[in-house]
């Protein structure tokens, strides 16, 4: 048997009054799954909600592909009165409805796919805008009257988020992470195990960390931290290579942003960056050899992916200055303890 | 006829187990009302619940005014069970209690008056300090009971805030806007169509956007940002000149402030400040001519509100710089890129 | 009559489907009971939940031995279904179980104990890591199950944290704060009266302020700072000396560190540092005489504790700089207007 499509989900989700998706939760998605789920799957249409009969044929025919977790799944779903679907994507193209690009976010918070591992383009255009309230997902239009009746009955009605993007832990809490508020990450983030993210960490979607680490600053989308770097409080990582296009910015192993610096540059590994310094594409670096004499001057982005730097800005002279092949092991041991 | 009031509103609200207001929900002020509503509504009190008698009046004025809006509103109070008020404002005064601060901060968010719109005069002492909750406004004395009682029924009350002000979109949510995290945002707000605030943008009372812009960073109270700025992630904006008194902070069009920057004075049309440096309105800045050239050396309060400039720390010398005239586009089309 | 023990408390938690501790919640903590209460609840043990019988005969013992109000609550107790635990400390020993780790917490943000005021040795292992949501606290491997559940019946499981400490708001808000947006202060953090913390400040556990104070910075796990002290906005405080070992950081009295600073060292009284900057331990510090003439020049770490100084980067030579005894009110009184 060969794996005969790139994904498949049972999802249940939130209409508009219109019978418009608004988000979908899928408790179970499958990477590459069997040729025989594919199969029985095949004639489900991702973008419509499934009736009772077609949901019942599904679940019998992925009760015959032994499909038992999906199955079981499915027969949940038959009790509910919530709209529920049942997504096949033959090939990682780019989302084309709703579910579908639900699907692709839960694909990479449970760690199915790494950022950049599954085809995002048009994504911005195929989610609408929602509020998420404590009676779920509201449509932005349908949430005065939702909040007039609320306040009438003597509630409030909560709105956490107005976004395209849900919070990541109302879909999926992945093994062995922590996330001190959940607010600040967004569905499709990606949190390898043994990821710490405190409250002053961010991680948008198609981002994230390889796992462990302790992360209280800001991962921007499509960025990704490899395993066990830390991220100091209020550091910034930006998006793309100022003035260079669309480079991907990363960060490699056992690398330390200080608290409220930053990053515009790709690191490799063992790369430390003082606290309160942002090191952006255009910095003029000025390089020093092993006794601490001035080498060269080179923009930031020639040193962009390279590995064992540590930057500082010499409080003497203000110079921005990069040391190499100096361990970041002490400071990193540093942070790891002010959790 | 002639707008014959400052502003008018239907409110639905809590009060203490005194009776005292604790917050009140404007679902539709009006600025500047008919001279036919502020007749209907001449007789109301601004600080009183409405008895039903009162109310059943008031909507039948509404009417026969043609204020149909107006009186649905009235119609549909009369069927709750919570206290419910008219505020009447003939001028735009200092608010005297819960109810007008309440409206006041309403007519911000709902975009009827700008930023400085309104007198806010005294706000803070009108205003009490309120626990915001999974059940709605508690007073603070009280809370303690009702999280027991709570807990003894094997439920939690959330406490999500514990403040003045509420977040504003539990009031409203303008339209044509997305909020990452709405607990960045209080009541009295104004965020104009097109302005997305990110997880770590922030906006106080009293200021807020014209819109479009992308809002990373932290607008305080009484700031104001024009069209096409954008805020860094984390970057800052300090309310008043340092040692300058009560000068009001704004920030023109198509300026950008770099990620975890800061600025301590107001700015002019598309100004540029490099990431991660903070310009204080005592910060020394080195003017620069078009060949790069030192020219003079000045306080930055001297800048204050000019357009067309560029602030960097050179990352050789760390002086701070002033570069003009140079195109801030490029760089504000990449921020826009991080979303 | 003579204090007998060192704290005790009265607690309603929850239990996951094995009938673990995920938390306990404590109405009314006392440190140093009476010698009759601590005699009362002798038998008592920390780790088990009451029965019934041993819930009644506590509420005699403690109407026996006077204490009305916790005999009150051992009454209350009595109607939930919940499980309810009995914590008695007869010394202030390293917490060995979950209810005793909550004590514990619930004394520094009841402020019976200031940060380092009890003994937390082990607190890490000891709790679990719980998902807070808005069913109340679930165990992590139990969350799928209940999403799902949720889900299917039409509701979304609002999960807020996942971390081993809640929330501080949800057990206690003490008197005279605010706090803009509560996820950022954890349980355990201590608060005094006077203090507000606004939506960009944060409280670790076993940190906080004497109070009053504006925190808009982060005041991390260990850290105290002193009365009329302000943290601007986005501010970072190091829980350790960089290279120092385990060096405790506070901040003394009448301080102000600058929007989006950071500090590595602890500081005495009426100390500045200028907005954006940051000072490690490393960083050479530049001492100014009266005159604003360079004497001489230390590593910050040598500057450790003192008071009175005045902390900025000069902006024309980038030169890490230190003036002594200048008022820091001016600054701090401007600080103060930007709530």
Same mark, same amino acid.
């Given at each position: 048997? =060969? ?5 498949? /989900? ?37 973008? @419509? ?48 409805? +709703? ?69 990541? =832990?109302?879909?999926? +809490? ?17 949190? #390898? ?17 390889? #796992? ?31 003035? /260079? ?6 960060? #490699? ?30 910095? @003029? ?11 060269? =001057?080179? @923009? ?5 992916? @390279? ?8 409080? #003497?002279? /203000? ?21």
């Amino acid at each position: 048997m =060969t794996d005969s499509a790139f994904a498949f /989900g049972l999802g249940v989700g939130t209409h508009n009054s219109h019978g418009e998706w608004l988000e979908v939760f899928f408790p179970a998605p499958l990477l590459h799954p069997p040729a025989e789920v594919a199969a029985a799957a095949a004639d489900c249409d991702s973008g @419509k909600a499934l009736d009772g009969p077609a949901l019942r044929a599904l679940k019998d025919a992925l009760d015959a592909a032994g499909a038992t977790e999906q199955a079981a799944i499915a027969a949940q779903f038959a009790a509910t009165g919530q709209p529920v679907v049942a997504v096949l994507l033959t090939a990682d193209v780019a989302p084309e409805n +709703v579910p579908e690009g639900y699907l692709k976010l839960h694909l990479l918070s449970h760690r199915l796919v790494p950022p950049h591992g599954t085809n995002l383009d048009g994504l911005f255009g195929v989610l609408p805008n929602v509020a998420w309230t404590s009676e779920g997902a509201i449509d932005i239009n349908e949430l005065p009257a939702r909040q007039l009746a609320a306040r009438l009955r003597g509630e409030t009605l909560e709105v956490s988020c107005v976004d395209k993007f849900p919070k990541m =832990t109302n879909y999926v +809490v992945p093994k062995g992470v922590r996330i001190a508020h959940t607010a600040r990450v967004r569905l499709g983030a990606h949190l #390898g195990e043994g990821t710490t993210v405190m409250h002053e960490g961010f991680v948008n979607f198609n981002a994230g960390t390889d #796992g462990p680490g302790m992360i209280e600053g800001r991962i921007s989308a499509g960025v990704r931290i490899g395993a066990g770097s830390d991220l100091g409080g209020g550091c910034s990582t930006i998006g793309t290579l100022s003035g /260079g296009g669309n480079i991907v910015i990363s960060i #490699g192993r056992e690398c330390l942003i200080g608290a409220n610096g930053g990053i515009g540059i790709p690191l490799g590994d063992r790369c430390t960056v003082e606290a309160g310094l942002f090191i952006t594409a255009g910095t @003029k670096v000025t390089m020093l050899d092993a006794d601490g004499n001035a080498v060269e =001057t080179v @923009k930031a982005r020639e040193l962009a992916g @390279k590995s064992d730097m540590l930057f500082r800005r010499n409080s #003497g002279t /203000g110079t921005v200055e990069c040391l190499t092949n100096r361990s970041a092991v002490e400071l990193n041991e540093e942070l790891h303890a002010h959790n």
